[in-house]
């Protein structure tokens, strides 16, 4: 099979041939359709990750048909549309008892701890706990939109920072995932605001149901100008980005009571920021982590798709080639990239 692999941290990716996967006894062979491009896949090729071993084939947001199936799966067969939760896991740990596999103590995340989705084919284990069956309305584009950033913003706004109607949101970060929030916070009734330092991001931000949006650069006060929209301060804040600036932003950002919810990933240099720790005491805030979503839940959110309620395809900015992967994925670097990319080409 073709596969876009990278020999060496931040180098060019090859596009070249590789062995075919073969299926797991209790996993399946997906035949990539569709999979989108994600910072976290770029900060896996900056080196940023201790699990990725050289060479390497990214990739996680994937979707696809299944072509093999191994002898202990029992709940799906080759022919089967697919997709699956980046962060795979093992059924059989205390995490995944209590229904959150997507904090396996033995997690697999293709893409990272085993080759991913780059390629043609991709092997994923633990299906029957993990894969998620496509309903025939979902192309394979948006659901490979779904991939990492549009259901950790789910969680992050549906579960970890229960969002009802009427109230205020703060996103800090208009790209993949504070796009995704937005959407979604606006589904559910609130009242959004996207903070971006580009004016085209907040532009997408406010077609996809921002009410207010702030450029970051541009005003001289960020905290003060969202407690005035606010009346006081957000309800819930998300650092969509993932930056010590923002992260502190989104904080400060909330009235008392408030939740902040931590999605954009922070690593390397960046892991341990500085927190305003005694604001958080003082009005009693709370601070929530979201990482990803477990295939179990899925249900609410691809029902919500089916009514038209959430659209992840206006997400999808542009579709490339696989041989175009590693141009995109360096454009990362400099923050260009605007909404969803999703590799569909893979001969």
Same mark, same amino acid.
């Given at each position: 099979?073709?596969?876009?692999? =990278? !020999?060496?941290?931040? !180098?060019?990716?090859? /596009?070249?041939?590789?062995?075919?996967?073969?299926?797991?006894?209790? *996993?399946?062979?997906?035949?990539? &359709?569709?999979?989108? /491009?994600?910072?976290?896949?770029?900060?896996?090729?900056?080196?940023?990750?201790?699990?990725?071993?050289?060479?390497?084939?990214?990739?996680?947001?994937?979707?696809?048909?299944?072509?093999?199936?191994?002898?202990?799966?029992?709940?799906?067969?080759?022919?089967?549309?697919?997709?699956?939760?980046?962060?795979?896991?093992?059924?059989?740990?205390? !995490?995944?008892?209590?229904?959150?596999?997507?904090?396996?103590? $033995? =997690?697999?995340?293709?893409?990272?701890?085993?080759?991913?989705?780059?390629?043609? =084919?991709?092997?994923?284990?633990?299906?029957?706990?993990?894969?998620?069956?496509?309903?025939?309305? /979902?192309?394979?584009? &948006?659901?490979?939109?779904?991939?990492?950033?549009? +259901?950790?913003?789910?969680?992050?706004?549906?579960?970890?920072?229960?969002?009802?109607?009427?109230?205020?949101?703060?996103?800090?970060?208009?790209?993949?995932?504070?796009?995704?929030?937005?959407?979604?916070?606006?589904?559910?009734?609130?009242?959004?605001?996207?903070?971006?330092?580009?004016?085209?991001?907040?532009?997408?931000?406010?077609?996809?149901?921002?009410?207010?949006?702030?450029? @970051?650069?541009?005003?001289? $006060?960020?905290? &003060?100008?969202?407690?005035?929209?606010?009346?006081?301060?957000?309800?819930?804040?998300?650092?969509?980005? @993932?930056?010590?600036?923002?992260?502190?932003?989104? +904080?400060?950002?909330?009235?008392?009571? @408030?939740?902040?919810? !931590?999605?954009?990933?922070?690593?390397?240099? &960046?892991?341990?920021?500085?927190?305003?720790?005694?604001?958080?005491?003082?009005?009693?805030?709370?601070?929530?982590?979201?990482?990803?979503?477990?295939?179990?839940? =899925?249900?609410?959110?691809?029902?919500?798709?089916?009514?038209?309620?959430?659209?992840?395809?206006?997400?999808?900015?542009?579709? /490339?080639?696989?041989?175009?992967?590693?141009?995109?994925?360096?454009?990362?670097?400099?923050?260009?990239?605007? *909404?969803?990319?999703?590799? $569909?080409?893979?001969?």
């Amino acid at each position: 099979m073709k596969a876009a692999v =990278y !020999q060496a941290f931040a !180098q060019p990716l090859i /596009i070249r041939d590789v062995p075919d996967p073969i299926a797991p006894a209790d *996993g399946v062979v997906i035949k990539v &359709e569709a999979t989108g /491009i994600c910072r976290s896949d770029w900060h896996g090729w900056m080196g940023h990750d201790p699990d990725i071993h050289l060479p390497h084939v990214p990739g996680h947001e994937l979707a696809g048909i299944i072509a093999e199936v191994g002898q202990d799966v029992w709940r799906w067969h080759p022919g089967d549309r697919v997709t699956v939760p980046f962060a795979v896991g093992c059924g059989s740990c205390p !995490q995944c008892l209590s229904g959150n596999q997507h904090i396996c103590d $033995n =997690y697999f995340q293709p893409g990272f701890t085993a080759w991913g989705s780059f390629a043609q =084919y991709v092997a994923i284990p633990y299906a029957d706990a993990n894969l998620v069956r496509l309903p025939d309305e /979902i192309g394979f584009i &948006e659901a490979a939109s779904l991939g990492c950033r549009f +259901i950790t913003s789910f969680r992050a706004v549906v579960t970890q920072g229960r969002v009802s109607a009427g109230e205020w949101v703060a996103v800090h970060g208009c790209g993949g995932v504070g796009l995704s929030a937005i959407m979604i916070a606006r589904a559910m009734g609130a009242n959004v605001i996207g903070i971006d330092l580009k004016d085209d991001a907040l532009a997408l931000a406010q077609s996809l149901g921002a009410i207010h949006v702030i450029n @970051g650069r541009r005003e001289n $006060n960020l905290i &003060e100008a969202i407690h005035n929209l606010t009346g006081g301060g957000a309800h819930v804040s998300l650092d969509a980005l @993932g930056s010590p600036t923002t992260c502190r932003n989104s +904080i400060l950002s909330l009235r008392k009571r @408030g939740r902040h919810v !931590q999605v954009g990933l922070m690593l390397a240099d &960046e892991q341990n920021p500085p927190l305003p720790m005694a604001q958080v005491i003082a009005k009693e805030l709370e601070l929530r982590g979201s990482h990803g979503m477990p295939a179990h839940a =899925y249900g609410p959110m691809l029902d919500m798709i089916k009514a038209g309620t959430l659209s992840p395809q206006k997400l999808v900015n542009k579709t /490339i080639t696989l041989a175009e992967a590693s141009t995109e994925l360096s454009a990362m670097s400099e923050f260009r990239n605007l *909404g969803v990319t999703v590799i $569909n080409q893979f001969d």
